[in-house]
Structure formats: structure tokens, C-alpha cells
């Protein structure tokens, strides 16, 4: 199993690197079988000497040269297994990156202290080295640099600068069609109940804004408005929002929007925060990244725009654990619109 370790290891681009001399002059003492390098096979010697396993974990997780441990598991006795845990979750409480190759027929829910410790445990090697490679290149820093601050944004900095505006009906004095909608708590398919009315005229806003009146009275709405924005621009449609995952943490969401979100289904998903680079290579994970390089001779959308939404939803869920969703944002030629938002379900 070491050696299998180590070959995925290689192939997904990480070193072995040999043992430093304090590690391996403190697991040549203990070790009477095998040979004390890295990768490193405990032999038989683990099964009867119960104490080998945390002596070796600690002499590897203190050594300067490695970076973090991948133990696989081996199938035995319980009483072993669980000792194996005891001595990975203690490891790991020292803050040493663990992670666990479970051996085959066993499955990551039969180690629930690992779990617990957020230990992750992996039935494939391939799998271990490539999510071990995206966890290193999020926490990876040129030597010497310090972690750049994140501006504190908030969702209401990021919405006052993209959100299309809106006004009272009566209030609203643009000389552009407008979209009339009834907002409120729990609303977040308005069209599919008859409470968005689009491109109507300066003159007819009045009516529209009955109409809504009349339907919000209808559904027992108490608490919802009517609102009118002048209509955007056209471009393209997109659904993006953060998410916090109990296990991945928060996340930023991005995919094609408008009705067609729910009938499409076109969304990629990636833990915050976000590089630009990152941003850009998740509307590439859809078919929204097509569409705005301009698909078929249309003209190419405000890429660069977007991903910084994305960008700055990212630090926003990072640092406050915001759940939002923006349905559309419509990407412009030039510049983004934010046309619906949802806040926590609101």
C-alpha cells in the first residue's frame, strides 16, 4: 500500500522526499523490522507494537521536509483500526494535513472518528492526490508572502454597484419600457405566478402596477411591493450565487440563469474564494462560457465583468458565510446588470 501511495503521489505531481535525519534517527530506534524511509511500510511489527504507529506518525508529522501525511488503512482487527484512528485524529489535532486511502470494500462512512476530525477518506488513490493537489494550490503561497486582505466587502457593496435601479411605480420617471414585479419573502419563481409584466410602455405602468396590486391581494401577500426597473439591456443570462456547504464550506455557484435555469441545469460549482483565473475556468465549466465568447457570431459579453462577480461573491461568502442567489445577472456587452436577488431564501 505505501508503494501504491507513493506512485499516485509521484504521478499527480507531489514529491516523496526522503526522510529528514531527526525522523528517520528516531524511527530507526523504534523500527526492528523494515526499513524507516519515506514512503513507509510499519511491517507486522504495527500489529504488536501498538505504540510504532503514533511514534511514526509524529517523528513524519514533525519533520520539517514533508508537508502532510496519507495513511492508508489497512483492514484488521477493530481494535487495531481503531488505533489507527486514535493516532491520525491526535495528528491531525496538531495541524498536520491527514489524509486516508481507505482499502478496498471499505467505504469512508466506516471511519466516523476521522470524519469527526475532518479527516477525509478516499476509496481511490487517484482521487486522494488530485483533491489533496486542489486543497494545496488554494493554501499555497510564494515563500515569504504574506496572505493579501480582502477588501470587506459585503452583498449590499457588490448589488449597489450592479443592481438595475428601482422605483415606486408612481416614482418611476425613465422614458424606457420598464419590467413591473410584485417582491416579497418566498418569491423566487415571480413569473411562473403571474407577478413580473415585462416591456411595458412609460404610460401603461400605472395599469401593470394595478394588475400586480390586484394578484398580490389574491395570493395573501401582505408584506410584498411593487416595484419598477427600467428594462436592461440584452445579453446573457446567468445564475449566480453562494452556497455554504456543511462539508465543502462556502461556495460560489455559476450557470446559465433566467427560466432557463431550472430546465437546463447547466451550473458548476467551486469552493470559495475564487482567483480570477478560477472564475474564468468556472463559467468555462458551462455553457454560459460559449455563450459569452460569442457563440455563432454574436458579439462577445463582458467576460471580464463576470468573473469578477464571481470573484467578489467568493470573498463575500468566505468571509461572511452569505448565501445569496442573482437570477438573472445579465451580462452586457460592456458591464453586468443584477436584475433579481434572493438573500437566505429571501
Known sequence: MAGILADSAREHGFDVPPLG????????????LGEPRNPLDLTGQSVVDHGLLPAALDAMGNDPGLDALVHGMLIGPEAIIDKQMDSLVAQAQQGTPVAVYSAPGWHPVDYPKLAEAGIPVFNSPDRLFRCLGEWENRHRLPRGEEPQAWPDD???????????????????????????KLLGDGLDHKSDLGLVELNVEPGDIAAAAARLETRRQELGLPDAVVVAQPMADPGIELIVGTRVDPEAGPCVVVGLGGVLADLVDDVAIAPAPLSAAEAHALLDATRAGAL???????????????AEVLVRLGRIAARHHTEAEINPLI???SGVTAVDVLVGGR
Open 21 to 32: 535525519p531527526v525522523a528517520h534517527s528516531a524511527l530507526a530506534e523504534r523500527m526492528t
Open 292 to 306: 459569452l465568447d460569442g457563440y455563432r457570431g454574436k458579439p462577445r459579453s463582458d467576460r471580464e465583468a463576470a
Open 154 to 180: 459585503t452583498l449590499d457593496d457588490l448589488l449597489a454597484d450592479i443592481s438595475a435601479p428601482a422605483w415606486t411605480p408612481a416614482e418611476y420617471a425613465q422614458d424606457r419600457p420598464a419590467a413591473i
Open 331 to 333: 451580462v452586457h456587452t
